[in-house]
């Protein structure tokens, strides 16, 4: 599985997008919304000096690990599971 740069920056900015939407939703629905988007906010600040295979790997790998810690993360699993069979076709 042979990704670009471009592509791995594309997916890790769709998904975070995506992330953030589904928590500003239970956030929403909880009360706590402001906590959530300025954690994200922080993520989002750094991701461009994410600039190495490496660092890629690295960031991909501890935020599906993480996954396993979030509450009905499934659906955002699946998604990305279609997309990154999507890049793959196209690479």
């Known amino acids: 599985m ?10 890790i900015k769709e998904e975070l997008s995506l992330l953030n939407e589904q928590e500003q939703e ?31 790997a690295q960031l991909i790998s501890a935020i ?8 009905n993360v499934k659906p955002v699993l699946v998604a990305l599971k279609k997309e990154l069979q999507g890049i793959i076709e196209e690479a």
């Open 2 to 11: 042979n990704l670009t740069k471009k592509q791995l920056k594309r997916i």
């Open 26 to 56: 239970q956030e929403q629905e909880q009360g706590q919304g402001e906590k959530q988007i300025s954690d994200v906010a922080v993520i989002l600040k750094y991701l461009p000096k994410i600039d190495t295979k490496k660092e890629y």
């Open 64 to 71: 599906i690990k993480h996954a396993q810690n979030v509450p």
